[in-house]
């Protein structure tokens, strides 16, 4: 069988991490098998659709790198790939029912409507509309509702994820198929598009699965082979306790790329959110989860969202990409993320900086924070030495002559290189008799006021002799 995979999101906003992750699957699996993955667009929910919307998730699978083989952009042979351009198709489809005597039209008031479900709740008695059918209901026109025409029977079927699944009649209802605007609604038009589209794997989230005898009533009664269906479980809050949502601190994907996390590793993290091939390993990838992508190692149960772990994954990211490629690919990625003033400096020297303070790096934007140093003369403030564990340790007198010590020492230094900083300040550490964590601390704060520096040798060497031995002079000043 030739697999056709699909993602078919609603416009409506942000696309967050769950939309993501089911995109993310149904592209797995289907270049696992040389198949073909849709996209396709449902936006039949005008009261909810935003504009710009549809190009943001575009954009957004494009960064992942998850290409479509149909669909916006690319077309394809069953176009269109936007629901609402769509409607006579679905009209085509509604007419099958209707003539095969399971669709009608349905005029009843909405305020009816409410009395029914009313009635229901004041008798503690399920609301199914098909006990209030409409007894003679007229022929149906574009305005008026049309409702599907309910078989109650027991169903059961095998969902991939969730296995061998069954329900009974009591869950089956006249649902609404096209809807009093002219639009389908979700539950008929993805039916439509599945069919026409020839969708072999459903790939949505578990919340569908309650839905599913209804969809089965349709293939049914539309005389359509049923898809394989796949069940995504939630991804649940970082507590564990309910769906992740916005309130949980979880971004959009969009927020998480200006923010600097590569496309690496928000697939990687995601594709394992749920999943894992039975190993130990964490990073893959795109290649590798491919390989190793199967349905039957989706999890059953949710899997809770943990922001630190991405970030985790972000600097496995960053530090591979360095290694396997170089500092100049890293830096090509780099490009949004300095501080504002690096904007005076050649990329030689930002190069320089990022080759020794890339391991240190979360995410690219950490740049901004921990760069500063290297390209504005910080501001001296001397409450950082009081206040580091170790220098703190030091009276003043100490501090003064530790710096004059080291200026003396650096300031006859032939060659300005990592190898021979590093001989110097080895040097200085038997002639004080001081601990590294004492005099490192003291020259590092001296030189760069931040609370964390690359190795001293290196920063020293990035800086310059000039910067570095002025910058030391300034505080011994201060003292």
């Known amino acids: 069988m030739s697999i056709v995979t ?8 942000y696309i967050h991490i769950g939309n993501v992750r089911s995109a993310i699957y149904p592209y797995l699996i289907a270049r696992q098998k040389n198949g073909k993955f849709i996209l396709r667009i449902e936006d039949t929910d005008r009261a909810r659709y935003v504009d710009g919307a549809t190009e943001l998730i575009e ?21 269109p790939y936007f629901q609402s351009e769509r409607k006579e198709i679905y009209l085509e489809w509604a007419k099958k029912l209707i003539d095969s005597g399971r669709a009608y039209a349905d005029p009843t008031p909405p305020e009816t409507i409410e009395a029914y479900r009313n009635e229901c709740t004041k008798n503690k008695t399920p609301f199914l509309y098909r006990n209030f059918r409409p007894e003679n209901p007229p022929k149906w026109e574009l305005g008026m509702p049309l409702r599907f025409k309910a078989d109650p029977k027991d169903y059961k079927w095998h969902d991939e994820v969730m296995g061998d699944m069954h329900a009974g009649p009591e869950v089956q209802d006249d649902i609404i198929l096209i809807k009093k605007d002219g639009y389908p609604t979700y539950n008929f038009a993805h039916i439509v598009d599945d069919a026409e589209m020839g969708v072999t ?7 569908y699965l309650s839905s599913t005898p209804n969809y089965l009533a349709l293939y049914d009664a539309l005389n359509l082979p049923w898809p394989k269906f796949v069940s995504l479980p939630h991804i649940l809050a970082p507590q564990g306790n309910k769906k992740l949502g916005k309130r949980d601190g979880a971004k959009s994907v969009t927020e998480y790329r200006d923010d600097g996390i590569l496309p690496e590793a928000m697939l990687n993290y995601l594709a394992c959110l749920g999943w894992n091939d039975g190993t130990e390993q964490e990073i893959y990838t795109k290649d590798e989860l491919i390989d190793s992508f199967s349905l039957d190692r989706i999890q059953t149960s949710g899997a809770r969202y943990d922001e630190v772990k991405l970030l985790w994954m ?13 500092v100049g690919a890293l830096y090509d990625r780099t490009r949004d993320f300095w501080p504002e003033v690096a904007a005076n400096f050649d990329e030689d020297y930002k190069k320089k900086v990022l080759s020794i303070i890339y391991d240190r790096l979360k995410t690219f934007s950490d740049l901004r924070s921990m760069t500063d140093y290297f390209f ?27 710096l004059k010590e ?46 964390f520096s690359p190795a001293l040798n290196l920063t020293m060497e990035v800086l310059g002799r000039d910067k570095t031995l002025s910058r030391l002079n300034a505080v011994a000043r201060a003292i």
């Open 6 to 13: 699909r993602f078919a999101p609603s416009p409506t906003g």
């Open 59 to 79: 954009d957004t699978l494009k960064w992942l790198g998850l290409e479509w083989d149909e669909g916006p952009i690319v077309g394809g042979p069953n176009a």
């Open 201 to 207: 794997h459903v790939m949505r989230g578990v919340e």
């Open 314 to 326: 972000n600097g496995q990211w960053l530090r591979r990409i360095f290694d396997e490629q170089g």
């Open 376 to 402: 504005k003369e910080p501001e001296i403030d001397l409450d950082l030495l009081t206040k580091n564990k170790f220098v703190k340790k030091l009276s003043e007198a100490e501090i003064e002559s530790l």
């Open 406 to 451: 080291s200026i003396a020492a650096l300031s006859s230094l032939s060659e300005w290189d990592a190898d021979h900083l590093q001989s110097v300040l080895n040097d200085l550490l038997e002639k004080t008799g001081k601990k590294p964590a004492e005099l490192f601390s003291l020259i590092r704060i001296a030189i760069s006021f931040a609370p």
